[in-house]
C-alpha cells in the first residue's frame, strides 16, 4: 500500500514538473485564443452587419465565425498540459482532438475558397466564369463538412495512452497523457500522409492562384502606366483616393474593368450617372479596393502556410513524443494556433473602416464600464 501511495506522489510531482516547464506554452496558448476569439467575434459582427452582404464579405464572416470557434476549441489543449501525466478522460481527450482538427481544417479550406474568389474577381472577370453568394454559400457548408470527416480519424485514433517514463535511476512510473493511440497504427500512418499530401496540395494550389494573381495586377498596372503616359495630366482632374498603406492619386483615365471587384462596391458612395469623371473615379477607387482585398487575403494565406508547417514537420516527421517535448520544440509546436489568430489584425490592417468599427466598440465598452 505504501508502495503505490509513494508511486501516486511521484506520479504527482513529475505531473507538477511537466507543469511547470510548459508555463510559457500555457500562457502563450491561453492568451493567443482569447483573445483571437474576442477579435473574431468583432470582424464577424462587422462584415455580419454589412449593407450588402457580396461575396468577399460572407466568406470573410463565415472565416471569422470559424476562427473564433476554432481559437476557443484550441484553448482546451492547455488540458493536456496541465495534465502531461495524468490525462485520464479518454472522451476530453478524443473531443478535443475532433473540435481543434475540424475547425483548423474548415479554416484552411476557407481560406482557399477566399483565394478562389479572388482569382476569379481578379483574373476571371471578363468571362462570365465568377463565384456569386449562392455558391459561396453552398461551399461554405462543404468546407463545414470536410472539415468534420477531415477529423473524424483523430476521434478514434486519440487516446489516453500509458507510458513507461524512467525518473531516477531504477524508478519507472507509468503516465497517461492524451496522444495518438497506439492501436490500428498502419490506418494512422495512412491518415497522416492523406493530411500532409492535402496539406502540401492546397499550398501548391495557393501559391499557383496568387501567382496567376500578381501576374495579372503585374499586367494592369504597366497598362494603366501606358495610359497616364498617353493621357494629358491635369491635376483639376484627378482626386485623391485613400490607401491604407499609402496615399496616391487616381487620375482620370478609362480603368480596365478586370481590375473592379464589385465584391467590396458598397464602400464607395451613391451611384451618379450625371457626372463621367465621378463615374470615372470610382472605377479607379474600386480598382485600389480590390487590389486592397487581395493583398489582405495574400495576408491570410501566408499566416496559414508558415504558422501550420511547423506543425505539420513535427507531428509527422518526428518520432518524440507529446510529453517529451522540450520548451522550444512544445512553442514551435503550437504556432498553429496563430493562422487562427492573426485574421482580425490583417483585416484591421488593410481595413479602415474595421479599424474604426473596432475602435469605436472598445471606447463604448469602456465607457460603459466606466460609468458602472
Known amino acids: 500500500m505504501a508502495g503505490v501511495n509513494d508511486s501516486n506522489f511521484i506520479l504527482m510531482e ?29 470582424s464577424f459582427n462587422f462584415y455580419r452587419m454589412s449593407r450588402k452582404m457580396r461575396t468577399s464579405n460572407f466568406l470573410l464572416a463565415s472565416l471569422s465565425f470559424v476562427d473564433c470557434f476554432a481559437c476557443l476549441c484550441l484553448s482546451l489543449n492547455t488540458v493536456t498540459l496541465f495534465k502531461t501525466a495524468t490525462f485520464e478522460s479518454e472522451y476530453l481527450c478524443k473531443l478535443i482532438s475532433f473540435t481543434g482538427n475540424a475547425s483548423v ?8 475558397l477566399i483565394c478562389v474568389d479572388r482569382l476569379f474577381t481578379i483574373c476571371l472577370n471578363a468571362t462570365k466564369l465568377k463565384l456569386t453568394l449562392t455558391w459561396a454559400k453552398f461551399l461554405n457548408v462543404g468546407c463545414y463538412i ?16 500509458d507510458f513507461d517514463v524512467i525518473i531516477k ?15 490500428y497504427e498502419s490506418i494512422r500512418k495512412s491518415n497522416s500522409c492523406m493530411k500532409m499530401s492535402l496539406y502540401v496540395a492546397i499550398t501548391l494550389c495557393l501559391i499557383v492562384m496568387y501567382s496567376l494573381i500578381a501576374r495579372k495586377v503585374n ?14 495630366r491635369n491635376l483639376h482632374n484627378c482626386t485623391v ?66 504558422s501550420l508547417t511547423p506543425y505539420c514537420v513535427i507531428k509527422f516527421s518526428l518520432s518524440v513524443k507529446k510529453y517529451d517535448f522540450s520548451l522550444g520544440l512544445n512553442l514551435l509546436y503550437h504556432t498553429y494556433i496563430f493562422n487562427n489568430f492573426a485574421n482580425p489584425f490583417i483585416i484591421g490592417y488593410c ?20 460609468e458602472h
Open 351 to 370: 481595413n479602415t473602416k474595421f479599424r474604426a468599427y473596432g475602435k469605436g466598440l472598445f471606447f463604448r465598452m469602456c465607457m460603459k464600464k466606466f
Open 105 to 112: 481544417a474548415a479554416s484552411v479550406l476557407l481560406v482557399f
Open 146 to 161: 470536410v472539415g468534420m470527416l477531415n477529423a473524424i480519424p483523430d476521434y478514434f485514433l486519440t487516446d489516453t495512452v
Open 241 to 306: 483616393a485613400e490607401n491604407d498603406f499609402d496615399r496616391q492619386t487616381a487620375c482620370d483615365v478609362p480603368t480596365e474593368s478586370n481590375e473592379i471587384d464589385s465584391s467590396i462596391a458598397e464602400h464607395d458612395s451613391a451611384k451618379s450617372t450625371d457626372n463621367p469623371r465621378i463615374q470615372k473615379s470610382r472605377r479607379s477607387t474600386s480598382s485600389t479596393l480590390g487590389k486592397r482585398i487581395t493583398f489582405m487575403t495574400f495576408l491570410m494565406t501566408v499566416v496559414s502556410i508558415v
Open 14 to 42: 513529475y505531473n507538477k514538473q511537466k507543469t511547470i516547464e510548459n508555463i510559457p506554452v500555457i500562457v502563450l496558448i491561453l492568451s493567443v485564443c482569447y483573445i483571437g476569439a474576442l477579435c473574431n467575434a468583432v
Open 219 to 232: 499586367i494592369s498596372a504597366r497598362r494603366r502606366d501606358v495610359s497616364l503616359q498617353r493621357t494629358p
Open 169 to 183: 535511476t531504477n524508478l519507472t512510473v507509468t503516465i497517461k497523457h492524451c496522444t495518438d493511440s497506439r492501436d
